[in-house]
Every structure is written in structure tokens, then in C-alpha cells.
């Protein structure tokens, strides 16, 4: 499970980057809406198993 964390962090700041260059607002909002993919996958991924599924 941890790779997949580390994964995502990576893409995350890869695309953080990206937006810091990014000139056009289109390729803005396609990277805000990668990061905010991410985001929830990590939310997801950091929630604590449900008793019993541990």
C-alpha cells in the first residue's frame, strides 16, 4: 500500500511543479483537476480500515 502512497505523493509534486509553469489557464485547470484526483485518492488510502477488514 505504501508504494501507491508514494506513487501519488510523487505525481502530486510533479504536477505541483507543473502548475507553477503553467502558462495557459486550460492547462491550469487540468492540473488542478489531477491534483484534486489525487488528493481524494490519498483521503481515501489514509482512512483507517473498517473493524474487521484489518
Not at 500500500?1 to 495557459?24: G, P, W
Not at 491534483?35 to 488510502?45: E, R, V
Request: glycine share 2%.
Amino acid at each position: 500500500m505504501s508504494t501507491v502512497i508514494e506513487n501519488l505523493l510523487l505525481r502530486k509534486q510533479k504536477l505541483v511543479e507543473q502548475l507553477e509553469k503553467a502558462q495557459s489557464i486550460e492547462d491550469r485547470d487540468k492540473i488542478e483537476h489531477q491534483l484534486d484526483q489525487i488528493n481524494t485518492a490519498l483521503d481515501f488510502l489514509d482512512r483507517p480500515a473498517p473493524k474487521g477488514e484489518a
